[in-house]
């Protein structure tokens, strides 16, 4: 199963962008990344996902490099309630089933 | 659309009793997962359903939790006996359960072993 590598934590000021790295080295020609956060005391919250194109959707930016070796969470505006854990998730498939295995996520603090 | 529903949100037992979980996924969400998440970790994938079957059990402690899901609904994870370790947040989450579908997840059982 292919790994990811975040920072443990970030702080990023409100309103100013929040950029978010991920290293998956090892990840598969045909697996996804997957971004999710969890606010505090709350289950996991899906952000975006991507294989090898940039996507963007109302929540955020996810920036791929073109080797797929590492990506990039763009939080475009942070606000107070974007403090939370950030994870970097590469989807991988068993079996026709797709596993979701959590590494320990960037903890980002939203400072006002 | 409603969400992922879980219960109880908050349960304390002592070690060595038992306890159990439930959790209602998406309507027409094939697949189920049960995560363990301790303090300052990520969740930890226990078991994975597809409809009623077990595609993952391999990080499910066989010894003391059990976990079904009949009719390829709602499901019940199962801890006896409990032990001091097993304190943690169980989250249930549900996806469609075909290819580059999200996972949705309920707000987690916070179970605390004394």
């Known amino acids: 199963d292919a790994k990811t590598t975040q920072p443990t934590s970030m702080d990023c000021a409100e309103g100013r962008a929040a950029n978010l790295p991920c290293n998956h080295s090892t990840i598969s020609g045909n697996e996804y990344v997957y971004w999710y956060r969890q606010i505090h005391s709350q289950g996991p919250q899906y952000i975006i996902h991507?294989?090898?194109n940039n996507e963007t959707n109302e929540m955020a930016s996810l920036i791929i490099t073109e080797d797929r070796k590492s990506s990039t969470l763009i939080l475009p505006h942070a606000t107070l309630r974007d403090t939370a854990v950030y994870y970097c998730?590469?989807?991988?498939?068993?079996?026709?089933?797709?596993?979701?295995?959590f590494g320990k996520g960037t903890k980002l603090t939203v400072n006002p | 659309e409603a969400g992922v529903a879980q219960s109880p949100r908050y349960k304390i037992i002592e070690k060595r009793q038992s306890v159990a979980f439930w959790c209602n996924p998406i309507s027409g969400h094939a697949t189920l997962y049960w995560y363990q998440q301790i303090l300052g970790q990520g969740p930890k994938l226990l078991i994975q359903f597809q409809n009623n079957g077990v595609v993952d059990d391999s990080q499910l402690p066989k010894d003391r939790f059990s976990a079904e899901r009949l009719k390829g609904v709602d499901s019940t994870l199962k801890i006896q006996p409990a032990k001091l370790e097993d304190s943690a947040v169980y989250l249930c989450?549900?996806?469609?359960?075909?290819?580059?579908?999200?996972?949705?997840f309920g707000q987690g059982t916070r179970l605390t072993v004394v």
């Open positions: 991507g294989l090898k």
């Open positions: 998730i590469v989807r991988v498939s068993k079996g026709g089933s797709e596993k979701l295995v």
């Open positions: 989450a549900s996806s469609l359960g075909r290819e580059n579908t999200e996972a949705f």
